[in-house]
T-cell receptor, first 113, second 109 residues
Framework: NAGVTQTPKFRILKIGQSMTLQCTQD?????MYWYRQDPGMGLKLIYY???????DKGEVPNGYNVSRSTTEDFPLRLELAAPSQTSVYFC????????????FGSGTRLTVV | RKEVEQDPGPFNVPEGATVAFNCTYS??????FFWYRQDCRKEPKLLMS???SGNEDGRFTAQLNRASQYISLLIRDSKLSDSATYLC??????????FGDGTTLTVKP
């Protein structure tokens, strides 16, 4: 049972480049999330989705875009990468309802130089 | 004021010690509460849910105080392997949660 899978695990981008962070889950979670975590800091919500075709902004959405065409996939797009986007990115899923706990992917470490 | 606030730590304790972390939340409509553990450079993993009546899982005990709007995590007989960052998570309205910034625990021999 794979759970939540993120690719790539590591990436170095040059300023101005674009990339897509992939996230797929096989747990049939309705809710999916993208968080970023800067060194020594807490998790900040970028975007989230409560179901296929529905996405919404989190706390720090600028510079990112998402789509949710299927229940399983929730890719995060970075356009025009900036050094401020250097971070660890975590995708997560959880069941709907207040009692649902999160299952996180193993993270993508992104460096923008 | 942050929606969820945790003891900043770090907590440095010897093996075998008992240590407690607190987490306060500001939204009285919060519905469910969790503790997660995050090891260095790893993803957070669910440690335990927190129920109104309090709950225990081995050496770990979680408590919820709705009147004072805080939750706590007690770790008894600390092990070296308990060294990690502990995140408090509060589920509020549909779909969204608020994570605390975490409390770092180091258990020393």
């Amino acid at each position: 049972n794979a759970g939540v899978t993120q690719t790539p695990k590591f990436r170095i981008l040059k300023i101005g480049q674009s990339m897509t962070l992939q996230c797929t889950q096989d747990m049939n979670h309705n809710y999916m999330y993208w968080y970023r975590q800067d060194p020594g800091m807490g998790l900040k919500l970028i975007y989230y989705s409560v179901g296929a075709g529905i996405t919404d902004k989190g706390e720090v959405p600028n510079g990112y875009n998402v789509s949710r065409s299927t229940t399983e996939d929730f890719p995060l797009r970075l356009e025009l990468a900036a050094p401020s986007q250097t971070s660890v990115y975590f995708c997560a899923g959880r069941d709907s309802g207040p009692l649902g706990g999160y299952t996180f992917g193993s993270g993508t470490r992104l460096t923008v130089v | 004021r942050k929606e969820v606030e945790q003891d900043p730590g770090p907590f440095n304790v010897p093996e075998g010690a008992t240590v407690a972390f607190n987490c306060t939340y500001s939204n009285s409509a919060s519905q469910s509460f969790f503790w997660y553990r995050q090891d260095c450079r790893k993803e957070p993993k669910l440690l335990m849910s927190v129920y109104s009546s309090g709950n225990e899982d081995g050496r770990f005990t979680a408590q919820l105080n709705r009147a004072s709007q805080y939750i706590s995590l007690l770790i008894r007989d600390s092990k070296l392997s308990d060294s990690a960052t502990y995140l408090c998570v509060v589920n509020t309205n549909a779909g969204k949660s608020t994570f605390g910034d975490g409390t770092t625990l180091t258990v020393k021999p």
